[in-house]
């Protein structure tokens, strides 16, 4: 039996939440930001020592201006603002993703967030935003490129991702009851777990992460290989 060490979460489902109360979805993102404090909590509670969380991925453009526009506002004004929490927690955020695209508010937020954060050792939050598997994968490739490689292997290929000493996720869950990858962590997933939870994102709390660790220690890992 393995340790959790990398959990990774699809947040999904906080419109959802939203539109059970006849609210905004803005107000469900505003919920699901409370969550993911509680669940980081609960990550270096349970002893994770990565926890990489999709924020915003590269196809989440498509989404109304009014939406992103808020979204945006949130990795601008609420990543920075937490900087004296994430230090007291011990927590280390890394950014995962294009930097092409984001407005620079967010970049800047984002950078000083990494910056300031680069000593602490409790947990490593790695956020992705602006985030495609599938762009991941093309921009180490074209990173290769540039340099002058002539033939790619799978580690060469992992080697140019914008995180490359964090290792793939042990465990990678979705909110609120769909079942795909939605384009997260394509590469890296290769031999990840999978689990799938019903409740909505503003749902989670310290508790779920307890659940989700007992459910993945329940997990046979063989990676390829036999028993
Ligand atoms: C998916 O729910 C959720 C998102 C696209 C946004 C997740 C963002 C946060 C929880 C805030 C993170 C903030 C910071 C500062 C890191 P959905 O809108 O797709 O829900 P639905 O499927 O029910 O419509």
Same mark, same amino acid.
């Given at each position: 039996m393995s340790s959790l060490v990398h959990l990774a979460i699809i947040m999904d489902g906080n419109g959802r939440w939203a539109k059970k109360r006849n609210l905004p979805r803005a107000v469900g993102h505003l919920e699901g930001l409370k969550s993911l404090k509680k669940v980081l909590v609960g990550s270096i509670n349970e002893g994770i020592k990565y926890l990489s969380l999709y924020?915003? +991925? %590269?196809? #989440?453009?498509?989404?109304?201006k009014e939406e992103v526009d808020y979204l945006m506002a949130l990795f601008s004004n609420k990543i920075y603002g937490e900087i004296k929490t994430y230090n007291k927690l011990g927590v280390q955020i890394r950014f995962l993703g294009k930097r092409d695209g984001l407005p620079q508010k967010a970049l800047d937020a984002l950078d000083r967030a990494v910056e300031e954060t680069k +000593? #602490? %050792?409790?947990l490593t939050l790695q956020l992705a935003i602006n985030y495609g598997g599938q762009d991941e994968i093309a921009r180490a490739v074209n990173k290769l490129i540039s340099e002058g490689c002539k033939e790619v292997t799978p580690e060469l290929i992992r080697s140019k991702f914008d995180n490359p000493d964090i290792p793939a996720a042990d465990f990678i869950v979705r909110s609120a009851g769909e079942e795909r990858l939605s384009n997260f962590l394509l590469f890296d997933s290769a031999y990840s777990e999978l689990g799938f939870y019903d409740k909505l994102w503003p749902d989670w709390d310290e508790a779920m992460i307890k659940t989700v660790k007992e459910d993945y220690l329940k997990r046979e890992r063989r990676f390829g290989g036999l028993l």
């Open positions: 924020c915003f +991925s %590269t196809e #989440n453009w498509k989404r109304p +000593s #602490n %050792t409790a």
